[in-house]
């Protein structure tokens, strides 16, 4: 058995492919599909089972058309609603996929039909874990309902043992979440790769032996999730289609300044710096990376057109991202010609040098700014900026968050609104709170 990873760090995800060198089961795949079908071409093997270990919250899941494409088995908990077609998993159902034996585990807790794949092979076990057991942690137990959150915690610290005692200390583990995901909890590592038996010593879900202890620190540690994960789970059960990736012909200079005028979202992928440097007023900066697709999906408001601007090859790759949490279509633009306007950008010393303190507002999370904040400092989460831009106090603003990246998009949705800006583009450090 071989198992190949697709990871996405863009969301934090990983997918897996599974083969014994002829057939090949995928776990979790996500909607950009192209990726594992060019993967499993690669290898030379034949896709005969696609599974999901959860309706998934934080991206479109690729399974359905997967499992069509290939006229493979889509194996989903028989417990969850779903449109699409799939054959029904229980808890202990064994499949055979080529000369590997497939095993599923009920593990409620980061969802409440959750399931993990356990495949053994020649002698070797391989764990898919999904968003049950993680490097270091679990996946957080808190997006079904507010009301169900203590309940599933508890589920989640049991599941998560039931599956170390099910698999043997040299199984490997293949979790979904963990590596950036806001679907983890509490000290999920960010390792690469893991051992059952390495978690059994390890992680906290496993050490713990006082369960309500562990409710209580898991659920006091969960912190704010993007607010595009109540539109995944929907998407998902309803059997999403196939991503489309055109690059569309990019609108005209004049028809893209009548989107700006018209309050359209047009979002300039460029860099913070080249950004705040020089920019069509009236575009947001969502400088293109691996946040990006977390941000703009947390930050501007749901299911409104955006046409995105940059160049070629990352207005390519924003499509493909987008397109993983159901952001479909964007509209490219030209902005050639068009007048630049800007704004400061400095670090901390600008700050320091200031006989007065301006208006400075903090975008991070409430739990980063309740760790330590400047004194007098305005706390206005990025995610929230976009409905409480009212509520910034008038003024210059300074605007920093933990490195700059956030600071970078809030300010150019304050410049966009018609503030004076300073993006202070700067690391923080712990030791600034309390400064004035």
């Given at each position: 058995?071989?198992?190949?990873?697709?990871?996405?760090?863009?969301?934090g995800d990983?997918?897996?492919?599974?083969?014994?060198?002829?057939?090949?089961l995928?776990?979790?795949?996500?909607?950009?599909?192209d990726?594992?079908?060019?993967?499993a071409?690669?290898?030379?093997?034949?896709?005969t089972?696609?599974?999901?270990?959860?309706v998934?919250?934080?991206?479109?899941?690729?399974?359905?058309?997967?499992?069509?494409?290939?006229?493979?088995?889509?194996?989903?908990?028989?417990?969850?609603d779903?449109?699409?077609?799939?054959?029904?998993?229980?808890?202990?159902?064994?499949?055979?996929?080529?000369?590997?034996?497939?095993?599923?585990?009920?593990?409620?807790?980061?969802?409440?039909?959750?399931?993990?794949?356990?495949?053994t092979?020649?002698?070797?076990?391989?764990v898919?874990s999904?968003?049950?057991?993680l490097?270091?942690?679990?996946?957080?137990?808190?997006?079904?309902?507010p009301?169900k959150?203590?309940?599933?915690?508890?589920?989640?610290y049991?599941s998560?043992r039931?599956?170390?005692?099910?698999?043997?200390?040299?199984?490997?583990?293949?979790?979904?979440?963990?590596?950036?995901?806001?679907?983890?909890?509490?000290?999920?590592?960010?390792a690469d790769?893991?051992?059952?038996?390495?978690?059994?010593?390890?992680?906290?879900?496993?050490?713990?032996e006082?369960?309500?202890?562990?409710?209580?620190?898991?659920?006091?540690?969960?912190?704010?999730?993007?607010?595009?994960?109540?539109?995944?789970?929907?998407?998902?059960?309803?059997?999403?289609?196939?991503?489309?990736?055109?690059?569309?012909?990019?609108?005209r200079?004049d028809?893209?300044?009548?989107r700006?005028?018209?309050?359209?979202?047009?979002?300039?992928?460029?860099s913070?710096?080249a950004?705040?440097?020089?920019h069509v007023?009236?575009?947001?900066?969502?400088?293109?990376?691996?946040?990006?697709?977390?941000?703009?999906?947390?930050?501007?408001?749901w299911g409104?057109?955006?046409?995105l601007?940059?160049?070629?090859?990352?207005?390519?790759?924003?499509?493909?991202?987008?397109?993983?949490?159901?952001?479909?279509?964007?509209?490219?633009?030209?902005?050639?010609?068009l007048?630049?306007?800007?704004?400061?950008?400095?670090?901390?010393?600008?700050?320091?040098?200031?006989?007065?303190?301006?208006?400075?507002?903090?975008?991070?999370?409430?739990?980063?700014?309740?760790?330590?904040?400047?004194?007098?400092?305005?706390?206005?989460?990025?995610?929230?900026?976009?409905?409480?831009?009212d509520?910034?106090?008038?003024?210059?603003?300074?605007?920093?968050?933990?490195s700059?990246?956030r600071?970078?998009?809030?300010?150019?949705?304050l410049?966009?609104?018609?503030?004076?800006?300073?993006?202070?583009d700067?690391?923080?450090?712990?030791?600034?709170?309390?400064?004035s």
């Open positions: 058995m071989n198992v190949e990873t697709i990871d996405t760090a863009a969301l990983r997918s897996y492919l599974a083969h014994d060198g002829t057939v090949a995928v776990v979790d795949p996500q909607r950009d599909i990726r594992v079908e060019d993967l071409r690669r290898l030379g093997v034949r896709i089972h696609v599974a999901e270990t959860h998934h919250n934080d991206y479109v899941t690729g399974g359905p058309e997967l499992a069509r494409r290939h006229d493979a088995v889509y194996l989903v908990a028989a417990a969850e779903v449109a699409c077609e799939r054959h029904p998993v229980r808890p202990g159902d064994v499949f055979e996929v080529g000369s590997m034996t497939v095993t599923a585990l009920a593990t409620p807790g980061h969802t409440e039909h959750h399931l993990a794949y356990v495949v092979h020649d002698g070797r076990q391989a898919f999904g968003g049950s057991l490097f270091g942690s679990v996946g957080r137990t808190d997006l079904v309902a009301d959150t203590a309940d599933l915690t508890r589920a989640q049991r998560a039931t599956l170390a005692g099910h698999a043997r200390k040299d199984a490997t583990l293949h979790p979904t979440h963990g590596f950036g995901s806001f679907c983890s909890s509490g000290p999920a590592t960010g790769a893991s051992t059952i038996g390495e978690q059994r010593a390890t992680n906290h879900a496993l050490t713990d006082d369960e309500q202890h562990f409710v209580e620190t898991l659920i006091a540690n969960l912190t704010a999730y993007p607010s595009y994960y109540a539109h995944m789970a929907p998407l998902n059960r309803s059997g999403p289609g196939a991503a489309d990736l055109t690059v569309p012909a990019p609108l200079p028809e893209l300044r009548a700006i005028d018209a309050g359209h979202w047009v979002v300039d992928l460029r913070r710096v950004y705040a440097a020089g007023r009236g575009t947001v900066g969502i400088e293109y990376g691996d946040s990006f697709t977390t941000y703009l999906g947390w930050t501007l408001p409104e057109p955006i046409t601007v940059g160049a070629e090859d990352d207005v390519r790759a924003a499509i493909r991202d987008l397109s993983r949490i159901g952001v479909d279509h964007p509209a490219v633009g030209d902005v050639t010609g007048p630049t306007t800007g704004y400061p950008r400095v670090s901390w010393a600008a700050l320091d040098e200031r006989a007065e303190q301006p208006v400075v507002l903090d975008v991070r999370r409430v739990d980063e700014f309740d760790a330590g904040h400047i004194a007098d400092a305005v706390n206005i989460p990025l995610h929230e900026l976009v409905r409480r831009m509520q910034v106090p008038p003024g210059e603003v300074w605007v920093h968050c933990a700059g990246y600071a970078g998009i809030a300010a150019s949705l410049h966009r609104a018609g503030r004076e800006v300073v993006h202070i700067d690391e923080w450090t712990p030791a600034r709170a309390g400064s």
